[in-house]
């Protein structure tokens, strides 16, 4: 039993219930774990470490940016700041913008809509968000998540946050039975929402473009339509690429799968940013949101704001991302994973639905029968024969993620050919065991 067991509080699980091993070391898509096991990561563990555990590379740039300086405030310059916020800007094609650096995905998205509604001159603007989505667990980052853990302890309402239908296509809350459709439809949910509070009260509307941890996968109409709706409009749109962002979904930040037609205003960064190896956050801005800032004080800050040794990693993931190809890799070995999985689903019924795979991210939704869609348990409860599927992976030194009835496969960008073919194979043998066929 790990040493923390009685000491720490533990995220999103019951105190009494919590029981995880010990990690201590990794190497590629493996973790260490101290009674010696070795772990397959198809997870990235939070869907963070795109570059593996222990990425030389970015582990030498931060023991060389510890060597000469650790840190320094947002009031003074520090080099690896400067440098990364040029190259974050150069990769999402924002060249007359400006990013602000936070220390995670819940901050970044609190900040983008802080900085919103002073650019605006709205500090009551509304912010439309999604249900089914995630945007983090500090306070205005759950009442912007339309997701059963959070709107327990917050009013979106209060928090002046609206929320609309998401593009859940499997199960679209439009009835529409065409994906394309159901995607166009949930934009336009947007579209009628805002012309409802009226344009001049909304100050942002808030969606991640691709992934997220409530496994909707947005058919291809829906970000471009969303980019559409919200310009016509003039309102500003943030996409939360928290999770989406390097290489996950097969580009540097997914929405540039829709090339220029999908431009959001905003893009919130944290995870992939520096492959989690330093806590590091970003907001990246337009030019014109930008220009709207220059000449007022801006009212919000954080001591560690931009942290050099988080920056130094951030500028060393980049370039490990560009010089192996991972962005690259990721959409290959998406497509092979995209295609392993529709093969899986047609052995077991059990899988109700196969998305994703654009690049590294993939999600299996698991049902009663295919006819009647029901989820084998009412969201967000993880079905028994599930959690018994998991912890036999686990058993046999695989561990993938899951949230409710869905099974999320996010593995490293860097994970082997044939450590993924492996997985694969032992998630097929598993699913037979644990869902068989009468
Ligand atoms: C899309 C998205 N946004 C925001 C967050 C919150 O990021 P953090 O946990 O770094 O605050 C997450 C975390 O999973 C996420 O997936």
Not at 204 to 227: H, L, M, Q
Not at 376 to 404: D, H, N
Request: charged share 20%.
């Amino acid at each position: 039993m790990s040493a923390e067991r009685n000491s720490v509080l533990h995220s999103w699980c019951m105190q009494s219930q919590w029981d995880a091993p010990t990690v201590v070391g990794g190497a590629g898509a493996r973790l260490h774990l101290e009674d010696g096991r070795s772990i397959l990561d198809m997870s990235s563990l939070a869907e963070c470490s795109n570059l593996g555990h222990q990425h030389p590379r970015v582990v030498a740039a931060i023991r060389a940016q510890a060597e000469q300086l650790c840190f320094v405030t947002s009031s003074w310059g520090a080099r690896p700041r400067a440098e990364l916020a040029d190259r974050l800007l150069e990769l999402a094609g924002f060249e007359d913008g400006r990013v602000f650096f936070t220390l995670g995905g819940a901050d970044a998205n609190e900040h983008a809509v802080k900085i919103l509604r002073q650019a605006l001159g709205r500090p009551r603007g509304i912010v439309v968000a999604r249900d089914r989505s995630y945007h983090g667990s500090t306070h205005l980052a759950m009442a912007l998540s339309g997701d059963t853990r959070t709107q327990a302890l917050v009013d979106p309402d209060a928090m002046r946050v609206s929320h609309v239908e998401p593009p859940y296509a499997y199960r679209c809350p439009f009835g529409s039975g065409n994906d394309a459709e159901c995607g166009e439809r949930a934009a336009a949910a947007i579209a009628e929402r805002i012309d409802h509070l009226g344009r001049d009260q909304v100050a942002a509307v808030i969606v991640e473009p691709n992934a997220g941890s409530n496994g909707i996968v947005a058919p291809d109409s829906y970000w471009p339509a969303v980019r559409r709706h919200t310009a016509d409009r003039g309102i500003p749109l943030i996409a939360d690429e928290v999770m989406s962002a390097f290489g996950r979904c097969g580009e540097w930040f997914a929405w540039q799968r829709h090339g220029e037609a999908g431009r959001p205003d905003v893009i919130t960064l944290a995870k992939g940013l520096t492959g989690a190896t330093v806590p590091l956050g970003a907001v990246i801005l337009s030019g014109d949101i930008a220009a709207r800032l220059e000449n007022q004080v801006l009212d919000t800050g954080l001591t560690y704001c931009g942290h050099p040794l988080a920056c130094a990693a951030g500028v060393a993931a980049i370039a490990a991302y560009e010089d192996e190809r991972l962005i690259e890799r990721s959409r290959r070995l998406g497509s092979t994973l995209r295609q392993a999985l529709d093969r899986l689903a047609e052995r077991h019924p059990v899988i109700g639905d196969v998305r994703g795979g654009h690049g590294l991210f993939a999600v299996l939704e698991l049902v009663t029968d295919r006819v009647s869609r029901q989820p084998l348990a009412p969201w967000p409860q993880t079905p028994p024969p599930l959690k018994a599927l998991l912890a036999a992976a686990m058993a046999e030194g695989v561990s993938f993620g899951s949230r409710g009835n869905l099974l999320l496969l996010a593995p490293p960008l860097v994970i082997e050919e044939q450590d993924l073919a492996a997985a694969l194979a032992l998630l097929d043998r598993l699913l037979a065991k644990f869902f068989p066929i009468d």
